[in-house]
């Protein structure tokens, strides 16, 4: 629950704050949260978690953490990592790709069921950071949810009764239904009173190759059941979500970021998933890309991408750049960058990754103006002597 200062029934102020957010937004369409301050009688009600988080001065250059490393022994070499380097910023998971919270919040909590104890002590972990002058985003992954489309399924896709499954045994969560978007929202919410100075929402989108089952499996339409097609119903869904979310989170004065595919910046956009990047950029304070080399077919006239990281990353920047400087008010690009080996594509068709490819995209990125990055290792271990600032 929020604490305000001063206030007896704090509701009447978010209610105040959500209006004169909406007039703001009114008079000045897209205008950032950093740009908009509230009236000076009221900043005393922005909720405060006690800790004292400053977004870096030259920009967040992160790593992603998972639960398990975050509450286990990985910490502390995580730590020495950023202490001893030019990272700065640790990307946490709190709702995990399964759906489960990382920690155990209080007792009787509704999402106490769906939590693992992997962080054990939140307090003890926020006020490390705190000490170590690391800035903390929450990773919340929203629509691919198999803990919530199991436990109840009229909120997922069903296929002849069943939740449905992709390939990979994972469930999705029906992103048209507002329920959905609460649930999360709410998660979102707990995460910025344990002091978090960044909600990051990852899988903002249906399941990739919606559009080939959307007329086949069973599930609502909420609020988008007329006017547009399909489609388009899709990109209005996954959008106003996201505007929502930020709308919800402005009194707890956290930055709203989205991960997003690298590819939707490359075309109008992606209606089988329901993702625009223009319209979803429009809404978030950060965008972050997933631009890992691995992960593109030929593309920009690279045959094999894997191979070409600086060509890649610099080929994908300037096109990136140029949709957003289309945009009244273009958000923070942070790029998700590539630390992994991606064995996985066979011989020839990919290579070793380490320092010098890390460094590589980042002087990619730096050269066409784009300071910050996010190092993605899905099992935490980031490569030794990398220079982050090349």
Same mark, same amino acid.
């Given at each position: 629950?929020?604490?305000?200062?001063?206030? #007896?029934?704090?509701?009447?102020?978010? &209610?105040?704050?959500?209006?004169?957010?909406?007039?703001?937004?009114? *008079?000045?369409?897209?205008?950032?949260?950093?740009?908009?301050?509230?009236?000076?009688?009221?900043?005393?009600?922005?909720? %405060?978690? /006690?800790?004292?988080?400053?977004?870096?001065?030259?920009?967040?250059?992160?790593? @992603?953490?998972?639960? %398990?490393?975050?509450?286990?022994?990985? $910490?502390?070499?995580?730590?020495?990592?950023?202490?001893?380097?030019?990272?700065?910023?640790?990307?946490?998971? =709190?709702?995990?790709?399964? /759906?489960?919270?990382?920690?155990?919040?209080?007792?009787?909590?509704? !999402?106490?069921?769906?939590?693992?104890?992997?962080?054990?002590?939140?307090? +003890?972990?926020? +006020?490390?950071?705190?000490? %170590?002058?690391? @800035?903390?985003?929450?990773?919340?992954?929203?629509?691919?949810?198999?803990?919530?489309?199991? +436990?109840?399924?009229?909120?997922?896709?069903?296929?002849?009764? +069943?939740?449905?499954?992709?390939?990979? /045994?994972?469930?999705?969560?029906?992103?048209?239904?507002?329920?959905?978007?609460? !649930?999360?929202?709410?998660? &979102?919410?707990?995460?910025?009173?344990?002091?978090?100075?960044? =909600? *990051?929402?990852?899988?903002?989108?249906?399941?990739?190759?919606?559009?080939?089952?959307?007329?086949?499996?069973? !599930?609502?339409? /909420?609020?988008?059941?007329?006017?547009?097609?399909?489609? *388009?119903?899709?990109?209005?869904?996954?959008?106003?979500?996201?505007?929502?979310?930020?709308?919800?989170?402005?009194?707890?004065?956290?930055?709203?970021?989205?991960?997003?595919?690298?590819?939707?910046?490359? =075309?109008?956009?992606?209606?089988?998933?329901?993702?625009? $990047?223009?319209?979803?950029?429009?809404?978030?304070? #950060?965008?972050?890309?997933? =631009?890992?080399?691995?992960?593109?077919?030929?593309?920009?006239?690279?045959?094999?991408?894997?191979?070409?990281?600086?060509?890649?990353?610099?080929?994908?920047?300037?096109?990136?750049?140029?949709?957003?400087?289309?945009?009244?008010?273009?958000?923070?690009?942070?790029?998700?960058?590539?630390?992994?080996?991606?064995?996985?594509?066979?011989?020839?068709?990919?290579?070793? @990754?380490?320092?010098?490819? #890390?460094?590589?995209?980042?002087?990619?990125?730096?050269?066409?103006?784009?300071?910050?990055?996010?190092?993605?290792?899905?099992?935490?271990?980031?490569?030794?002597?990398?220079?982050?600032?090349?």
């Amino acid at each position: 629950m929020l604490c305000f200062f001063g206030l #007896v029934g704090p509701y009447s102020v978010q &209610a105040e704050q959500t209006e004169l957010l909406k007039a703001k937004e009114h *008079q000045n369409k897209l205008m950032t949260k950093k740009e908009f301050e509230l009236p000076e009688n009221l900043v005393r009600f922005v909720y %405060n978690s /006690g800790y004292t988080f400053e977004y870096p001065e030259d920009g967040v250059r992160g790593v @992603y953490v998972t639960g %398990n490393s975050a509450g286990g022994e990985r $910490f502390n070499s995580l730590l020495e990592l950023l202490n001893n380097t030019e990272l700065n910023s640790m990307v946490i998971d =709190i709702k995990d790709d399964h /759906g489960y919270l990382t920690y155990r919040p209080e007792e009787g909590s509704p !999402y106490h069921d769906i939590s693992q104890n992997f962080i054990g002590n939140p307090e +003890k972990l926020m +006020k490390t950071l705190e000490d %170590n002058n690391i @800035y903390p985003i929450a990773r919340i992954v929203v629509f691919k949810d198999t803990v919530l489309a199991e +436990k109840k399924p009229e909120l997922s896709f069903k296929d002849n009764g +069943k939740v449905w499954k992709n390939g990979r /045994g994972e469930a999705f969560v029906n992103p048209f239904l507002k329920e959905v978007w609460d !649930y999360n929202i709410t998660i &979102a919410k707990k995460a910025a009173e344990l002091g978090f100075k960044e =909600i *990051q929402f990852d899988y903002v989108r249906f399941p990739e190759g919606f559009e080939r089952r959307d007329e086949v499996l069973e !599930y609502e339409g /909420g609020d988008y059941t007329d006017g547009e097609n399909n489609a *388009q119903r899709r990109v209005a869904a996954v959008t106003d979500f996201v505007a929502y979310a930020r709308e919800e989170l402005s009194p707890y004065g956290v930055d709203v970021s989205v991960d997003i595919f690298g590819y939707a910046a490359t =075309i109008t956009e992606a209606p089988g998933i329901g993702q625009n $990047f223009s319209k979803i950029s429009e809404n978030v304070d #950060v965008i972050s890309s997933m =631009i890992y080399p691995s992960h593109w077919t030929p593309y920009f006239g690279i045959d094999k991408p894997d191979l070409y990281p600086y060509e890649l990353t610099k080929a994908y920047a300037k096109v990136e750049n140029e949709v957003l400087s289309g945009l009244d008010n273009p958000p923070t690009s942070r790029p998700w960058i590539q630390d992994f080996t991606a064995s996985w594509l066979g011989s020839g068709n990919y290579k070793r @990754y380490g320092s010098e490819e #890390v460094e590589a995209q980042i002087r990619a990125l730096n050269e066409q103006g784009i300071n910050e990055f996010l190092l993605w290792n899905a099992s935490n271990r980031y490569s030794d002597g990398v220079n982050y600032k090349p």
